[in-house]
């Protein structure tokens, strides 16, 4: 049972040009969102991470979007670079509940950003 | 400040055997988490240790370890290993333990012929 679902195995956008990376949880205990980004070869990454009291957290040319009620969210990265080529993964944690040590992450989403 | 630091990056070993692979956290964190990650089930929490104590356990079994010592270095031991098992292991440490504070080692490849 995956309480944290990327639906989509992989994404193509040019560079200049908006990419959205979509999630969906089932688990209605998590509080806390993050995204990652991971190269080959190496861990992952944190990219932002937003709190299930607000509905958006913008830092540089990332933002994250929180719809609670449909249990989604996203990551929009604008304007998209060759550099952000990655697997991105979204993690959530049940903050609240004590499970603040534990993440309980998606399969991920390859981006490509091409020139 | 180096990162997270994990040994070997790449190990192959048969069915039946057993392995243990290694964790360095940042200086100064206490908390040392692992993960394995697989193409089919993704980035999966196996363990977590502050102060030389488990704190939270994943939905692994028995065969799967892991223990601190008290220089907050970690190890993870995986017995009679199987086919499934070949993975990438992620060691992450923070301060504390808290989600959002977590650095991510490269990682042990981890292949069982």
């Known amino acids: 049972d995956q309480q944290v679902k990327q639906n989509s195995p992989s994404l193509s956008v040019q560079e200049g040009r908006i990419s959205i990376l979509n999630c969906d949880y089932t688990?209605?205990?998590?509080?806390?969102f993050l995204w990652y980004k991971k190269y080959p070869a190496e861990g992952p990454t944190f990219l932002i991470s937003i709190s299930s009291i607000k509905d958006k957290n913008e830092d540089g040319r990332f933002t994250v979007f929180l719809n609670k009620s449909a249990k989604h969210l996203s990551l929009h990265i604008v304007p998209s670079q060759p550099g952000d080529s990655a697997v991105y993964f979204c993690a959530a944690s049940d903050r609240s509940g004590g499970s603040n040590y534990k993440l309980t992450f998606g399969k991920g989403t390859l981006l490509t950003v091409n020139p | 400040k180096a990162g997270v630091t994990q040994t070997p990056r790449y190990l192959i070993k048969t069915r039946g055997q057993q392995v243990t692979l290694s964790c360095s956290p940042i200086s100064g964190h206490r908390s040392v988490s692992w993960y394995q990650q697989t193409p089919g089930q993704g980035l999966q929490f196996l363990f977590e240790y502050f102060s030389e104590t488990q704190r939270n356990k994943g939905n692994f079994p028995g065969r799967f370890s892991g223990r601190q010592f008290s220089n907050s270095r970690s190890e993870m031991n995986v017995s009679t290993l199987e086919l499934g098992d070949s993975a990438l292991y992620l060691c992450a440490s923070s301060l504390q333990g808290r989600v959002d504070t977590q650095y991510f080692g490269p990682g042990t490849r981890l292949t069982v012929l």
């Open positions: 688990n209605s205990m998590f509080d806390y």
